[in-house]
């Protein structure tokens, strides 16, 4: 009588080992990835591909294409940077949206309205994704002639999963 709560105790703790140990062998999901050139003369509807990868657990950003995978349902954080040369009396502005599944859910505004002499912007979301759904960087507006710095780590877009949900 003493044993069979003992016994369904140890199985219980057994089963909690195992899902503890899975989750400790689970790959990380994260990337971080840059422009390896500017990019000059963007147009409003194109796609930013950072294709300098600088990390990338378990390949799921494709730098070919700019878009990041999502591998498993889970709450995850995506960043982007843009740079630009400042010239205020050129009056360009630029906006660039993080996309998930075509859908706006970030936006960083390059706008020359400065009187810097760099302009560096950043936009960052924390989202829920569900398997296969899909992120990019949409360019949405361009007014006047500008170029996204690149060459070094002067524009970047990274993200990694937070917390999985099962």
């Given at each position: 009588?003493?044993?069979?709560?003992?016994?369904?105790?140890?199985?219980?703790?057994?089963?909690r080992?195992?899902?503890?140990?899975?989750?400790?062998?689970?790959?990380?999901?994260?990337?971080?990835?840059?422009?390896?050139?500017?990019l000059?003369h963007?147009?409003?509807?194109?796609?930013?591909?950072?294709?300098?990868?600088?990390f990338n657990?378990?390949?799921?950003?494709n730098?070919?294409?700019?878009?990041?995978?999502?591998?498993t349902?889970?709450?995850?954080?995506?960043s982007l940077?843009?740079?630009?040369?400042?010239?205020?009396?050129?009056?360009?502005?630029?906006?660039?949206?993080?996309?998930?599944?075509g859908?706006?859910?970030?936006?960083?505004?390059?706008?020359?309205?400065?009187?810097?002499?760099?302009l560096?912007?950043?936009?960052?979301?924390?989202t829920?994704?569900?398997?296969g759904?899909?992120?990019?960087?949409?360019?949405?507006?361009v007014?006047?002639?500008?170029?996204?710095?690149?060459?070094?780590?002067l524009?970047?877009?990274s993200?990694?999963?937070?917390?999985r949900?099962?």
């Amino acid at each position: 009588q003493c044993i069979a709560p003992l016994e369904h105790q140890v199985a219980l703790l057994q089963q909690r080992l195992e899902t503890l140990e899975q989750i400790a062998n689970q790959q990380p999901v994260a990337f971080s990835a840059e422009l390896s050139t500017s990019l000059a003369h963007p147009s409003a509807g194109m796609s930013i591909v950072f294709d300098k990868v600088q990390f990338n657990s378990g390949n799921f950003y494709n730098n070919k294409t700019g878009t990041f995978y999502c591998p498993t349902s889970g709450v995850y954080y995506f960043s982007l940077e843009l740079s630009s040369s400042a010239h205020p009396q050129s009056g360009h502005s630029l906006h660039a949206k993080i996309m998930k599944n075509g859908s706006p859910i970030s936006i960083t505004i390059l706008d020359s309205d400065s009187h810097l002499s760099y302009l560096r912007r950043t936009s960052s979301v924390t989202t829920q994704l569900a398997q296969g759904d899909v992120i990019s960087v949409l360019i949405n507006f361009v007014v006047g002639d500008i170029t996204v710095t690149g060459g070094g780590p002067l524009s970047t877009f990274s993200g990694f999963l937070v917390q999985r949900i099962q």
